[in-house]
């Protein structure tokens, strides 16, 4: 399963969907996509915006300034991930920290 954590300072994705075979899974190839078009968009507008860790447990995503723009698009990633986990519950979850 695929666990996003969610904080108002930080993002932690990790784990595996297991919703298919490597490859053919489409519910790991939507939060890479969400992920990588995410980063690169808010860095586009603004390098110092956020910084990102990828490692081998996943990716950790720091938000270190709260403008307007990356305020969107920080929620629009969510919104992506929330539309996700309900189609796929079995396969992704997120903990938001209010």
């Excluded at 784990?15 to 078009?37: E, L, P, Q």
């Excluded at 910084?51 to 938000?63: E, M, Q, S, T």
Aim: charge should be neutral; hydrophobic fraction near 40%; glycine fraction near 4%.
């Amino acid at each position: 399963m695929i666990k996003v954590y969610i904080n108002k300072k930080n993002i932690k994705i990790s784990g595996h969907a297991m919703f298919d075979d490597y490859g053919k899974d489409i519910v790991c190839a939507s939060v890479s996509s969400i992920v990588i078009t995410s980063i690169n968009g808010i860095l586009r507008l603004d390098k110092s915006a956020i910084k990102y860790d990828l490692n081998k447990d996943g990716i950790d995503i720091d938000i270190l300034k709260e403008d307007k723009v990356t305020n969107e698009l920080i929620s629009n990633m969510i919104s992506l991930f929330k539309e996700l986990e309900k189609n796929y519950s079995k396969n992704i979850k997120i903990y938001e920290e209010v």
